[in-house]
């Protein structure tokens, strides 16, 4: 049986160009896309027993992409005051220790996806802490939730608070176990990531030992921080005094190259770039949780002069929320004297994200072919957003989007054909669950 999902169509093409069917149908079986184009034309392909579900004049938009974020921190989000390397110290490493306890990790990881899912981010490149019972029960609610995740265990051996410390040989074997359980499961829907948390907390040991890991397995990836604060730059300097910058840190452990993922990447000097632009390596901008540290402006012409794949993400919590619709404005606002265009923004929160973690094959538009990873918008249902802005031309819907949108116009969110949340329901979901937000700050 076949599903044709009525609505406004928008998306952009691995062509360059993008696609609009303003009264649109979009066919899918078994989480694949098999036809999309013009309710008239499709109709008559149809057959009696296929199922229609018709959004009438709601947008159908490809599932955002969420490069960067820390499951582990979404109860310490909001926490001001202070630079990155305080931060750490005064809020998120506490937060942090409590993933020992099996019960919270339980709680946050549902929070978490659950979250995910109502801010339409259909995949998520997470970071979790060192615990691996946490990451494994992370991984756990991934699957049952039905997202789609690259995600991996924290690596952390040096420079750490002892909670927090695990040694290089330990966490090395750790996260091979997890790998070996979760990565390509439910058809490749979870992805592994090996995730040192960055250089000045882990030996150049443990930095090298992830990148074998990850020419081990093929398929898996690397996903760390890089060149976020000068401060942080500053540390790397004195911890690797015998490399030329914080990248030729990771380009001595074999860290670069495809299928590896570095989130912010501010302060690189053309060399810098060259070399992550020769090894292919890609960069998770996290504009929002850049504003919040006041961490500094992302150098976003010199990356995109050398070809460098980008995507955006959230970086909850330095970020501090889970919306990739707020990612897309803040890059926007961050740059000083640059615009960035609507079909820019939102190219960065799908296919262009798709292409950094090397998936646009499968995933980040909407074509014939691609698994139906989507979401359904209803500007109207926030309130300040003009009735008839689906009348409007596509430049200024997406402008609309990019400036406006938020969770609360996000109707239903599908991965590969599977509605993983509907707002309808939403109310009776969280009144019933076995999670509520106050236990969450006491644990
Ligand atoms: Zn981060």
């Known amino acids: 049986m076949l599903t044709c999902y009525r609505g406004h169509i928008i998306s952009p093409t691995s062509a360059g160009k993008w696609i609009e069917f303003r009264q649109g149908a979009m066919v899918v079986s078994e989480g694949k896309i098999l036809d999309i184009g013009d309710w008239q034309d499709i109709q008559s392909s149809l057959s009696a027993n296929d199922k229609v579900i018709d959004y009438d004049k709601n947008l159908i938009v490809p599932g955002l992409i969420d490069l960067h974020v820390h499951l582990v921190q979404m109860a310490a989000a909001g926490k001001w005051g202070v630079t990155l390397l305080d931060w750490l110290n005064d809020y998120i490493f506490p937060a942090e220790i409590k993933f020992k306890k099996h019960d919270h990790a339980k709680r946050l990881a549902k929070w978490f996806f659950l979250e995910l899912a109502k801010n339409g981010t259909t995949l ?25 995740v690259i995600m991996g265990q924290n690596l952390m051996d040096v420079n750490s608070p002892d909670e927090l410390t695990v040694p ?28 040192p948390r960055f250089a000045p907390t882990c030996s150049m040991q443990l930095l090298s030992g992830a990148a074998d890991l990850k020419l081990k397995y093929p398929g898996t990836y690397i996903h760390t921080h890089l060149a976020e604060n000068l ?29 590896s993922l570095f989130a912010h990447s501010i302060y690189l000097d053309e060399k810098d770039i060259l070399e992550l632009s020769q090894s292919g390596s890609a960069i998770a901008h996290c504009p929002s949780s850049n504003f919040f540290l006041k961490s500094g402006v992302f150098p ?22 889970l919306s990739i619709f707020k990612a897309m404005k803040d ?13 820019e923004c939102f190219y960065f929160a799908t296919l262009g994200a798709a ?5 646009d094959h499968l995933i980040g538009s909407l074509e014939h072919g691609k698994d139906a990873d989507f979401i359904v918008l209803d500007p109207a249902l926030k309130s300040s957003i003009t009735d008839d802005l689906l009348d409007h031309q596509l ?7 990019v400036y406006l949108g938020d969770d609360r116009i996000v109707s239903a969110t599908y991965v590969r054909g599977k509605c993983i949340y509907e707002q309808e329901k939403f109310e009776t979901l969280q009144k019933t669950d076995y999670f509520s937000k106050a236990e969450l700050r006491r644990h």
Not at 129 to 137: G, K, L, P
Not at 300 to 321: C, M, P, Q, T, W
Not at 331 to 343: E, T
Not at 355 to 359: D, Y
């Open 331 to 343: 890059a926007v606002y961050i740059q000083p004297s640059q615009w960035i265009s609507p079909k």
């Open 124 to 148: 998520a490149c997470v970071l979790n802490t060192i615990h691996q019972e946490a990451t494994d029960i992370a991984f756990e609610s991934a699957q049952s939730m039905g997202n789609r």
């Open 168 to 195: 290089c040989n330990e966490a090395l074997k750790q996260t091979e176990e997890l790998c070996k359980k979760w990565h390509g499961a439910d058809n490749n829907r979870i992805l592994y990531a090996f995730t």
């Open 355 to 359: 292409r950094a973690v090397n998936l």
């Open 231 to 259: 401060a942080e730059l500053e540390l790397v300097k004195k911890i690797f005094p015998q490399n030329r910058s914080y990248v030729d840190v990771y380009k001595s452990a074999g860290l670069l190259g495809k299928n």
């Open 395 to 401: 430049d200024d819907i997406l402008s609309g989007l």
């Open 300 to 321: 976003i012409e010199r990356i995109n002069k050398a070809n460098i794949a980008v995507g955006l993400g959230s970086d909850v919590a330095a970020g501090v929320e």
